[in-house]
């Protein structure tokens, strides 16, 4: 299939192979969305779950075979996690690596905390430690109006990667108001914000009589000052945050230290 190509500030055509993915399924609109705003910037690849599978961070299926199957509007799925689907995509059915993984476009918010649980992160996520730049998009909303307004903003950033690659990986976390286009202030970088703490799990009795359980609804937003996430989302900006892999705290390595030393009988750790 001949590559669709994009002509860069120096004149040089850049080829793209572009992988999409998400945690909606494969029939989700906001993945019919980007799918239709990123045509024409290079050979698109779909691979998404055959079912939504929010929440389901970065897990990967390893007690099964996963099967891969093409469906009528050439979207492929996998009956597994989003993580699953990148991976698989990656290392065992494009010929070649691609360029960009994006993954979206989300119903709802990932910000803050969710992007510990968010399988759209996390498919980004999945691309990025395979190597392969990376954008994970969302519509803060879940109401689901302006999907074409992130699919505008995410053929914007992948334009943008086009004519100015960064020289190493990158994990962009990206939210979008839902909001007409024209009424975008434009976009900040941010970083991430902080939610309270879950609401608590919610009771139910099935018709058998059953005691069941809901995960209750994410808190709000705690840390939501000037350059978060949600402060910009909130004030009609794009937020774009870079993330990070690295999940050690640096700061208690000192302390923590100090309180094994006695378990091991000297001071040489």
Not at 68 to 83: D, H, I, K, M
Not at 95 to 123: C, F, H, K, R, W
Request: hydrophobic share 45%.
């Amino acid at each position: 299939m001949p590559f669709f190509s994009i002509v860069t500030s120096s004149g040089f055509y850049y080829f793209m192979r572009i992988l999409l993915s998400n945690d909606d399924g494969y029939l989700a609109p906001g993945l019919v969305q980007l799918a239709a705003s990123l045509a024409g910037l290079g050979e698109l690849t779909v691979v998404a779950p055959e079912r939504n599978r929010s929440g389901a961070s970065n897990s990967l299926t390893l007690d099964r075979p996963l099967h891969l199957r093409r469906a009528e509007n050439g979207f492929q799925y996998v009956n597994g996690t989003p993580s699953d689907c990148v991976h698989l995509a990656v290392t065992g059915v494009l010929p070649e690596q691609p360029d960009m993984v994006v993954s979206g476009i989300n119903l709802g918010a990932n910000m803050g905390d969710d992007t510990i649980y968010s399988g759209t992160v996390a498919a980004a996520m999945e691309g990025y430690l395979l190597g392969v730049p990376a954008l994970a998009i969302s519509l803060a909303s879940s109401a689901g109006k302006h999907f074409a307004t992130a699919g505008r903003v995410a053929n914007a950033l992948v334009q943008r990667f086009a004519a100015q690659a960064f020289d190493y990986p990158v994990l962009l976390n990206v939210n979008v108001p839902d909001c007409p286009y024209e009424a975008l202030r434009g976009i900040q970088v941010t970083r991430l914000g902080r939610r309270h703490k879950a609401e608590p799990a919610v009771k139910s009795v099935t018709p058998r009589g059953e005691l069941v359980y809901w995960i209750g609804a994410a808190g709000p937003a705690a840390d939501a000052g000037e350059r978060t996430d949600f402060f910009a989302v909130e004030n009609g900006w794009v937020s774009v945050t870079p993330l990070q892999i690295d999940l050690t705290h640096a700061g208690q390595m000192a302390d923590v230290n100090q309180w094994i030393k006695p378990l091991n009988g000297h001071s040489s750790l």
